[in-house]
């Protein structure tokens, strides 16, 4: 099982049955839960003026359904199972279901509705109350990411390139994709040529993911075209737990600022200075990263044009934890692997000083 969303068929699984229920038996088309099992951790902080408001570090499992609002049918509205549960203060976290789609749950009159269909109808007394019982849930510790061994037979892309230029893997990356002999080695870029355990992985490149010079996962990329619905592009590590990691990490983490893009060859265009999400959303686990890693430092955006949502989403995020953040948009529908590097950067440094952020020059 991957760490991404996937369904879950009975309520027991989850933290909050009773909000699970309560979501399925109302929300046509099922609920899809992420992050499922680990818990919210909160804090109570006290503002200079002596209010106190609270500070959620990690959210942790959602409920993910159809907004009813704006016809959504990709389950872009999210509920956290402490959704109505009192906070660190003792206030209802009603703030905890966002609409990701047209950012419905704003309306008031709508958020009223959504929270009756809910909950029901509740008299003040019984508001003051938690809502449903909520089970304790797990904190991953992101530093205890276990080592883990690549998936099989994996030779050096640099030795298969010299021995072999007119091998497939070869023709995509140096030829097609312009990559050198020595970003190869630089970013330890393989081929796997045979893998018992995880056949899926035989015949694709291979991206290691260290984190803290450990081996934490890779991912294996298909060499060629072939029906996306039906043959993944790309294949992680069974069970890798994506949203603890930051590609190219150790490479990017002394930087004077970071570029935070998608994929791993998107950080091979940009450089020594980035780090992948691999994939389209900024975890709270990540968030932290960045905020710890590059405290005071820049954090530039830099996610595919159909992301943008996600880019805005993560971009109020980190700013909304004091962070400098600049949101790059590529020109059309263009992403970072359609450039070369001196383009990209042209553009990354022209939108940069256009919002008052001077990047140093970093070789």
Known sequence: MTDQLYHVDESRLVLCPDLYNSLRNNFPG??????????????????????????????????????????????????????????????AMGFMATCYNEQCLDDYSNRQRFQRVVFGFRNVNERRRSAFVVQQGEWVDPTQLGKVEPPGDVIPLRQLAMAMPDHAACEYLCRQRRYSLHALDHYEIGYCTYSPRYPAATGRIIFPIRMNRELVGWQA???????????????????????????????????????????ATDCHVVGDTSVALLGKKLSPYQSTYLLSTWESKPIIMVLDPDAQEESRGAVADLRENGAVVVEVVLPGDHDCGDY????????????SRARGVILPVVA
Not at 45 to 56: E, H
Not at 226 to 245: F, H, I, N, S, V
């Open 30 to 91: 099922g609920v899809i839960v992420a992050n499922q099992g680990e818990g919210c951790t909160q804090s109570s902080v006290r503002r200079p003026d002596g209010t106190l408001f609270t500070s959620i570090h990690y959210s942790g499992e959602y409920y993910r359904v159809n907004c009813p609002f704006c016809k959504d049918t990709r389950h872009r509205l999210w509920v956290n199972h402490m959704y109505g549960q009192p906070d660190a203060n003792g206030r």
């Open 340 to 351: 070369d590097r001196a383009t990209l950067w042209n553009i990354i440094h022209a939108q």
């Open 221 to 263: 990329r298909y060499i060629g075209t072939a029906d996306w619905r039906t043959t993944p592009k790309y294949y992680g590590l069974p069970g890798m737990r994506k949203r603890l990691m930051l590609y190219n990490y150790d490479n990017a983490k002394n930087k004077p600022f970071v570029v935070v893009v998608e994929g």
